[in-house]
């Protein structure tokens, strides 16, 4: 599940505005939604915490929570949960 400390980070990280289309939002308009979408084959493959990583979500309007989806390309797909990986093995260290 996404905290409030991690949609806090993703907000901050987006500076209130969509990312997306750009649009100034509030926390409680804005959504933090997932790249890779948190299904159960994804949280199978890569775990929970990685799927509900900040790296794995962007801050986005209600419109345009779907133009931030990357499940369907495998390739950016990998590439990045590679990276949240990486990072959270770093981290444990």
Avoid at 23 to 52: E, F, M, N, P, Y
Avoid at 71 to 87: D, G, H, S, V, Y
């Amino acid at each position: 599940m996404i905290t409030e400390e991690i949609r806090w980070a993703v907000y901050m990280r987006a500076h209130g505005r969509c990312d997306v289309c750009g649009v100034v939002l509030s926390w409680q308009t804005g959504q933090a939604a997932h790249r890779v979408a948190r299904t159960k084959w994804a949280i199978r493959k890569w775990g929970a915490d990685c799927i509900d990583h900040p790296g794995n979500l962007a801050w986005t309007c209600p419109e345009c929570n779907d133009a931030v989806l990357i499940t369907n390309r495998p390739i950016e797909r990998e590439a990045l949960m590679k990276e949240i990986a990486m990072e959270m093995a770093e981290v444990r260290r």
